[in-house]
């Protein structure tokens, strides 16, 4: 893994992220509340799963990685998911932080951090998940902003809505695929 | 782009000097807010009144030179898309035989209203209506700063640097007259830095009087009313203070000291090859002879009224000029240019005064979403045309600017007359569920006391004593409406004297607020004869029973029935007589007025209609 | 060292999480108790016309009957396209268009009384729902323009026809503000070099 792969996924996970949104005027006005909520949840996420790999891997060395990653990863999605639910369960949803999304963004965003080259020591795995997080919620917020900036545009019928979208999402992966493989 | 290299720099006009326009062939004035007091074919002579204020926001209209009235109707206005507006044209003969008019001997004793009422009968006109607001005259409050507005409103511009360079005596005297009744805490002349000839016409009559030279280096819109209150007035004065064009200013000193109503103003004439001429023009000259006078024809050329940045296009040179057209631009004919879509250059937002974002606001407004555009602080735009000269894709953004801030006044107005009728709806559906509670209550009054009549006659078999008494109690009621229409009656001329005072002033509040009274007058007289004939009808049976005993039954119905319509009819005369004894003469008069004044509207409204 | 900076950083992204969720609940549910009724807001948007072209016997019965759901949104032809934008982002119910046998749309216009032909018999007074008409029996009756909504219902009880309805802005008189230095109307793109 390196960060000309990771890069290009975490923009394929914020279209995802994008696509699960619904359309309503409420939405609209919510989008970038929910882009940075989404953004925080996934720093929390991954901020927790990495402190509780250091806390098991003390304990007991010797776990093989990729299945103790993908556990701590999904049990702070959940763990994330749970509490929202109990303290904040209708804002949460309004806000589209529900409990597949979570987890499917922790996995996605969190299981590759620990396989980037980057990642021997412990100070530079936090950097990279506090500037992956900070990556993520750009993106999301780029999302969020981004149908009402091309409704402005003279797009051929065919290109109007998703499709449009779908190619600004390939021209951002593309130009983060150029901007990781000079990182690693 | 940076902003000097859009806007030509301002040019003295010490060069040029001030020419003078020929007596043209056929002056056309419009009579907006004001009612024609002359006719067709009339002669009428130099400064004689051509038209008199009829709104708080009109001005009288005075004939620039002596001449014959050769028509009254509507006229095309300077006004892009605008409907045909009243207007009078007048053939001067080019005797200029003048009626001297009496100048204000004492001035000094003038108050605010006085003169703001002097100056409407003068023609002197401000920004929007009279030089000085009636409303805002009337309220007589202190005023803390009082600016003269000195600083040329466009680009390219030199009416107001021309007008003090040649009159800075005259608009000193204006001033200090201005200062003496209005008694401003602080009276400020505000001028722009480029107007250096102005300045040094100034100086040397600024020392030791009232008021203080201010000196602006603000670019562009500076010479808007919310810029120069900005940089001018300080924080507990912004609250009360006014700002009065320099033109108008001068043309009011004219009129108070001088007895003469303003008739002409100085417009500047100018190409887009930098060369300007500046004139002084009667009030009503067509473009066209204006432009021959500056050596130009209208035939080869696009005229633009008002400056470069805020002015619109003129349809056609016949059109006569206005107390507004301080410019006209004459441009080589152009073909007109498309606009392209908004490439997101960004010059627009960099060079807005007020810091918006233009192009944020074109989008919203070109959609119609009113909401979001007010979201985009629309109602900030001082609509100064600035990005609409920078934009490269020649978007129409002030005109969409203009045009959505006018729908959000409407709305707003709409607003308040759906506000106002839903109130007059829910007082209508109170007062009838009033009047029927009071009907029914009445209704078994009356029940209670036939019942309790039926019972005494059952007891006793003949009185008189009741019907008489019912009499009584009719006359009573009769008298203390008559009574009251009489208070009413005198409170009236008691508010008559402070209604003349500001009569004009008050002439659309008037004009309803007698109809109101007259309505109420109607009503309470309508009232009594109610109560008298119902009163009638009551006692009417009573009488019959009472004859019951010694008069055959027929024949003594009829008799009653014939007894009761008398009284309902005397009932009647008398309030039909109490009705026209409560309207005194004044009142009279304002309704006559009022229904004059409606017919007139009404067959201008058709006029206007059969035009379209 | 790190793992504390790491708690200090999830607690920092905890509270973060804690405001957005906070205010975004605000903007949700914007204080439901301050607002007036239903009925109330959506009698806020009607025109207050009073014309009964709804079916109902004024804007405040309409309201009521929209607020309970037993009516739809597309019956107010004086509110026009817009008044329908208006109530279905209120009700947030879709955009309705109007019926294709609705009353027409007609601009606004002031009821106005032939005062030759009047003969003064008090119906109008009577059918107008704001009172916007004076006058008393046998005496002449007018219509006071600013506050006559419109709504046409005092023609039909004229028994002899001399009420007409007139545009409302075809009189320069309504040209006033902004005079003359912002136009009024519409001006049309390019027009103004």
Not at chain 1, 130 to 137: H, K, N, V
Not at chain 2, 178 to 190: D, E, H, K
Not at chain 2, 355 to 364: A, D, I, S
Not at chain 2, 396 to 412: G, K
């Given at each position: ?19 699960r ?19 925080l949840?996934?720093a929390?996420?991954l901020?927790?799963?990495g ?22 990863q999904?049990?702070s ?24 999304l979570?987890l ?7 299981l590759?951090?620990?396989?980037l ?12 998940a ?8 750009l ?22 809505g998703r499709p ?21 | ?12 006009p ?6 003078t326009?020929?007596?043209?062939a ?8 004001a ?11 130099k ?17 620039p ?7 009254i ?6 006004l892009?898309d ?22 204000e ?9 006085a003169?703001?009422?002097r ?36 680009p390219?511009l030199q ?36 107007q ?9 009559l ?10 602006i280096?603000?670019?562009y ?5 919310a810029q ?7 924080p ?5 203070s ?7 200013v001068?043309a ?18 100018s190409?887009?090859?930098?060369q300007?001429h ?10 066209a002879?204006l ?16 400056g ?10 016949t059109?006569?000029i ?18 392209q879509?908004?490439i997101?250059c ?8 007020s ?10 407004c ?6 979001q ?5 629309l ?16 978007l ?17 107005q709409?607003?308040?007359a ?12 109170f ?6 509670q009071e ?9 209670a ?5 039926l ?5 006793e078999p ?14 009573a ?10 208070e ?21 509040a008037?004009n ?7 309505a109420m007058?109607r ?17 009417a049976?009573a009488?019959a029973?009472?004859?019951?005993q ?11 029935l014939?007894q ?13 007589s ?12 304002l ?5 004059a004044r ?13 035009d379209k | ?22 205010s ?11 607002l ?7 009698d806020?948007?009607?025109?207050q ?11 405040l ?12 949104i597309?019956?107010?032809p004086p ?12 009700l947030h ?20 009384i032939d ?8 119906l109008?007074?009577q059918a107008?729902?704001?009172d916007a008409?004076?006058g008393?029996?046998k005496?002449?009756h ?18 002899v ?12 008189a309504d040209?006033?503000?902004?005079y003359p230095?912002?136009?009024?109307k ?8």
């Open positions: 893994m390196n960060f000309g792969l990771y890069l290009p996924l975490l923009a394929g996970l914020a279209f995802c992220n994008h696509c949104r619904p359309a309503d005027g409420q939405a609209d006005a919510l989008a970038l509340p929910a882009a940075i909520a989404m953004g949840a996934t929390i996420m901020l927790l799963g402190g509780l790999l250091t806390l098991a891997d003390s304990a007991r060395p010797g776990l093989p990685l990729p299945l103790v990653a993908s556990v701590l999904a049990a999605a959940l763990l994330l998911a749970g509490t929202l639910q109990r303290l904040a369960a209708g804002t949460a949803a309004a806000l589209g932080l529900h409990w597949p979570l499917l963004n922790s996995l996605l965003a969190g590759p951090l620990y396989f080259p980057s990642a021997s020591s412990a100070a530079a795995s936090l950097c990279a506090l500037l992956s997080a900070a990556l993520f919620t993106l999301l917020a780029q999302f969020a902003t981004l149908p009402h900036r091309l409704q402005r545009c003279a797009l051929p019928a065919r290109l109007q449009a979208l779908l190619l600004c999402a390939l021209i951002i992966a593309l130009a983060l695929h150029g901007l990781g493989a000079r990182l690693s | 782009m940076s902003r000097p290299s859009i806007l030509p720099a301002h040019t003295d010490g060069s040029q000097p001030l020419l326009t020929p007596l043209p056929q002056l056309r004035l419009w009579l907006q807010g009612s024609c007091c002359v006719e067709v074919g009339q002669r009428v002579l400064h004689q009144l051509l038209a008199e204020a009829d709104s708080e926001f009109g001005v009288a209209v005075h004939a030179t002596s001449g014959h009235i050769r028509a109707g509507p006229l095309p206005q300077a892009p605008a409907p045909l507006l009243d207007g009078l044209q007048l053939q001067p003969d080019g005797l200029d035989e003048a009626l001297s008019l009496p100048a001997s004492n001035w000094p004793a003038l108050s605010a209203l003169l703001a009422m100056l409407q009968d003068m023609g002197v006109m401000g920004q929007h209506g009279p030089l000085l607001p009636l409303a805002w005259a009337a309220k007589a409050s202190p005023l803390a700063l009082l600016i003269i507005n000195a600083v040329e409103n466009e390219f009416a107001d640097s021309m007008l003090l360079c040649e009159q800075a005596a005259a608009v000193a005297e204006a001033m200090a007259m201005l200062g003496r009744i209005l008694q401003p805490a602080r009276l400020v002349l505000a001028i722009q830095q480029e250096g000839a102005a300045i040094n016409a100034l100086r040397s600024a020392a030791d009087q009232c008021w203080q030279l201010e000196v280096q603000a670019p819109p500076a010479g808007d009313e120069l209150l900005r940089a001018l007035a300080r507990e004065e912004s609250g009360n006014l700002c009065l064009p320099v033109a108008g001068h009011a000193g004219r009129a108070i000291l001088h007895g003469e109503p303003c008739i002409s103003r100085i417009v500047t004439v190409t887009a090859l930098k300007s500046n004139m002084r023009a009667l009030l009503g000259s067509p473009v002879d432009l021959t006078c500056a050596g130009l024809s209208s035939q080869q050329h696009a005229l633009v009224h008002g470069g940045l805020r002015g619109f296009a003129l349809p056609d040179a059109i006569g206005h107390q507004h057209s301080h410019c006209l631009l004459v441009r080589p004919r152009q073909p007109a240019l498309t606009a879509p908004c997101r960004g010059d627009c937002a960099s060079i807005c005064p810091q918006l974002q233009p192009q944020e606001l074109y989008w919203h070109s959609r119609q979403e009113l909401a555009a007010q979201h985009w602080r109602a900030d735009c001082s609509q100064c045309g600035l990005c609409s000269a920078v934009c490269p894709s020649q129409p953004l002030l005109d969409s600017f203009r045009l959505a801030s006018q729908q959000l006044l409407l709305a707003e709409q607003q308040c759906a506000d106002a009728a839903r109130q007059r709806h829910r007082f209508r559906q007062r009838l569920e009033r009047d029927k009907k029914a209550q009445r209704l078994a009054e009356r029940a006391q036939q019942a309790a009549k019972a005494q006659q059952a007891a003949t009185s008189h004593a009741e019907p008489t008494a019912t009499a009584a109690d009719k006359q009621a009769i008298a203390a409406a008559m009574a009251r229409a009489a009413r009656q005198q409170q009236r001329p008691a508010v008559a004297p402070s209604v003349n005072s500001s009569e004009r002033e008050a002439a659309i008037a309803r607020q007698a109809a109101i009274e007259a007058a009503a309470a007289a309508r009232k009594a004869a109610q109560e008298a004939a119902k009163a009638a009808a009551a006692d049976p009488m029973k009472d004859e019951d010694n008069k055959p039954g027929l024949n003594q119905q009829q008799q009653a014939i009761a319509a008398m009284h309902r009819a005397n009932a009647q005369k008398a309030a039909a109490s009705s026209p004894a409560s309207l005194d003469q004044d009142k009279k008069a309704i006559a007025a009022a229904m409606a017919a007139a509207r009404k067959a201008a409204g058709d006029e206007t209609e059969q | 060292m790190t793992l504390v900076l790491r708690l200090l950083l999830l607690l920092l992204a905890i509270w973060l999480l804690g405001k957005v969720l906070r975004s609940a605000q903007k949700l549910r914007p204080a439901t108790s301050t007036p009724p239903l009925a109330e807001r959506i806020a948007i009607l025109p016309t009073q014309c009964g072209q709804c079916g109902h016997a004024g804007c019965p309409y309201a009521q009957a929209l607020a309970r759901g037993e009516d739809s597309n019956r107010c509110g026009g396209e817009d008044g329908i934008r208006k109530l279905a982002a209120l119910t879709d955009y309705l268009p109007f019926a294709a046998d609705a009353p027409p749309q007609k601009p606004k216009a002031v009821a106005l005062e030759a032909t009047c003969i003064g018999c008090t109008c007074i107008c729902p704001v008409i004076l008393s029996a005496q002449m007018t219509v006071l323009a600013d506050e006559c909504t419109g709504c046409e219902l005092c023609l039909a009880p004229c028994p026809d001399c009420i007409s309805m007139r545009p409302a802005t075809s009189q320069p040209w006033r503000w902004g230095v912002i136009a009024i519409a001006v049309k793109p390019g027009s103004s070099s």
